[in-house]
């Protein structure tokens, strides 16, 4: 008897906390609530995008909770050697996913809206660069949102200078648990993504 009761107060625990472990993943949190300075250059709340036309009505940063307090992690990483991270993109609702298929049904970089989407689409993938303490620029090799063999991972044929600054941007990333993808080198979805709900609540933007 004493074991049935302590098994069904083990189950009560776990599902207590796998709950309480659930709602951190999913909730939603403002980056610039945490004490992290960024740069911010979020490009769909203008026209400066690769399908010309303004997508968000603000400059904000939105992840769930723990990608959120990760990708924090990783910025006071780079603060400590000189850097700081620049934002182009955080979530991304499904509505505006759909628009931007519609452009460019290309899914080496537009995720399909009507399949799984984009990991944007979940609030655990930021598309970032880096820049220096003082603001200034750091050489990738390419612009945010090139669609081109230039801006793949894989593309060794780049100038050194480049190269060593893609290497530190993406080893610095993986320390806190961000992975790549191979056609973009600005973008990282956060571990386990797979854990995530796809989304569609406009942006909290008055």
């Not at 960024?38 to 036309?53: A, H, K, L, M, S």
């Not at 399949?115 to 944007?120: E, T, V």
């Not at 530190?168 to 973008?187: P, S, V």
Request: proline share 3%.
């Amino acid at each position: 008897m004493k074991q049935i009761v302590i098994l069904v107060l083990c189950l009560l625990l776990f599902g207590f906390s796998s709950e309480g472990i659930s709602e951190k993943k999913n909730n939603l949190v403002n980056i610039s609530e945490y004490i992290s300075e960024f740069e911010y250059d979020v490009r769909y709340t203008t026209p400066n995008n690769f399908i010309g036309e303004t997508l968000y009505d603000c400059e904000v940063c939105l992840l769930t909770q723990d990608v959120a307090e990760a990708l924090v992690a990783a910025n006071n990483y780079f603060c400590e050697i000189g850097y700081r991270i620049k934002i182009h993109d955080c979530y991304r609702p499904l509505d505006v996913q759909k628009k931007m298929w519609a452009k460019v049904p290309r899914s080496s970089y537009v995720g399909n809206p009507y399949g799984n989407g984009s990991i944007h689409n979940k609030a655990a993938a930021v598309d970032i660069t880096l820049v220096t303490l003082e603001g200034c620029y750091v050489e990738m090799g390419t612009d945010y949102d090139f669609f081109g063999r230039l801006a793949h991972i894989d593309n060794y044929n780049l100038p050194k200078e480049t190269l060593s600054n893609r290497k530190l941007l993406i080893d610095g990333m993986r320390k806190f648990g961000f992975n790549t993808i191979r056609t973009e080198w600005w973008h990282f979805s956060y571990k386990q993504n797979w854990r995530y709900k796809i989304r569609n609540e406009p942006l909290p933007c008055e």
